[in-house]
């Protein structure tokens, strides 16, 4: 079986984006882009932090196995 990890992304949302807009920004993010949501963070301002996440293998070097 192979190692694997995640890799994050945070992407934050100023408080003037429209709800629906944020979510088509993350429907879009999670279609094409393989993400997946990690976590929320709802600031009192209406601002928003999102952390997204996708799996990411690891890949051992071949490099050293030529010749």
Known sequence: MRDSF???R???IP???RRSDARQLLTAEAEYGRWE???TVLYEGGARKVVL???A???AST???IG
């Open 15 to 17: 408080a003037d984006v």
């Open 10 to 12: 945070t992407v934050t």
């Open 53 to 55: 996440r996708r799996r």
């Open 63 to 65: 490099l050293g196995a």
């Open 57 to 59: 293998m690891r890949v």
């Open 37 to 39: 949501l990690a976590r």
């Open 6 to 8: 995640y890799e994050f």
